[in-house]
């Protein structure tokens, strides 16, 4: 490879990586095979191009300079970085290529957890030795960015009429689609044994002597990224506990007074310490899927759509059947 003009390349920065290395442009010359003198020639020519000196030429050979320093510490890293890309994308590399990659961006919903468990399971059973596997519970904004920045195959939000034409409207300058999976009407989760529990359904103005709980917001994101369903009277809650992750939420929830509003359904599994009431309402919230437009799905995420719309309607009959009970 040779240098072309005034291009730097990976070649020079190996060469100046292994000098560095050895403290001597005779032995590294040896480890690379080459000439002295051209080893030599081709540090000089790069020292020239980037204008500053590298190392410094001694009786007992070379040390770096302390402008060089830096330069070095990024030749380092970018060799390094090189040389990992040649080792997984190289056919002839010994390594195998990856042969499972699958990743899912949701909003705190069990549901969406037990389906990439299943899909998750699949993948395990079929390879044991390697495979790239990555859940993230996150924002509404976020789960909508790593879709579309292809760092997530899917995302899983739910959106209600607050919030759906600016959300609609945001996926579709993403080139992303939605794919509703159900629609549920809107609940108070709150511990078993909450006073809220002596009622078979909930008014707004019920609420207002309890704390509410929701989740952080990014300091820029808008309001329509709000996890809670929205109600006019919670904007401003006089008593509220802000959290960032589901399991936090519910620690409050089984343990106080505090409620928090939302899709209502509920787990069918002890230990069960969070219930769920209807809210005296006419709207509904759409839970769906967030996939790249025009984009084909993979055998993964095919999977997953499948495991999640099962669990989805095996929570949504259980928590019907819940709130008969108590009525």
């Known amino acids: 490879e040779s240098n072309r003009g005034d291009e730097m390349t990976f070649q020079q920065l190996t060469y100046v990586v292994e000098v560095a290395k050895n403290g001597s442009i005779n032995k590294a010359a040896k480890n690379l095979f080459l000439s002295q003198t051209a080893l030599s020639s081709a540090i000089k ?69 037990e389906a990439f468990l299943k899909v998750s399971e699949n993948i395990r059973m079929k390879n044991t030795e390697r495979y790239h596997l990555t859940f993230r519970e996150e924002n509404m904004n976020q789960v909508i960015e790593d879709v579309s920045n292809h760092r997530s195959n899917i995302g899983v939000i739910s959106i209600s009429e607050y919030n759906q034409k600016y959300i609609r409207f945001l996926m579709s300058s993403k080139n992303l689609e939605f794919h509703g999976l159900a629609s549920v009407h809107p609940c108070v989760f709150c511990r078993v044994s909450h006073p809220l529990t002596k009622l078979s359904s909930i008014h707004e103005e019920d609420l207002l002597p309890y704390p509410y709980i929701n989740y952080e917001l990014d300091l820029c994101s808008a309001s329509e990224f709000s996890e809670e369903y929205m109600l006019y009277s919670l904007r401003r809650p006089d008593k509220s506990i802000t959290v960032t992750d589901r399991i936090t939420a519910d620690a409050f929830m089984s343990t106080t007074d505090a409620f928090t509003i939302g899709t209502g359904l509920l787990r069918d599994f002890p230990p069960i310490s969070i219930t769920s009431i209807p809210l005296e309402t006419e709207s509904y919230i759409q839970l769906g899927l967030i996939v790249k437009k025009d984009e084909p799905l993979s055998h993964e995420t095919s999977l997953f759509i499948k495991y999640i719309q099962d669990h989805l309607n095996r929570s949504i009959q259980h928590t019907e059947d819940e709130h008969l009970l108590n009525r």
């Open 45 to 113: 020519a790069l020292e020239k191009e980037l204008g500053i000196a590298i190392f410094e030429r001694t009786a007992r050979g070379v040390t770096v300079t302390s402008s060089g320093r830096e330069f070095v510490g990024y030749a380092v890293s970018l060799v390094d970085q090189k040389q990992q890309i040649e080792v997984l994308y190289n056919t002839n590399s010994i390594l195998p290529p990856v042969p499972s990659s699958f990743s899912v961006s949701s909003q705190r919903f069990f549901f969406a957890q």
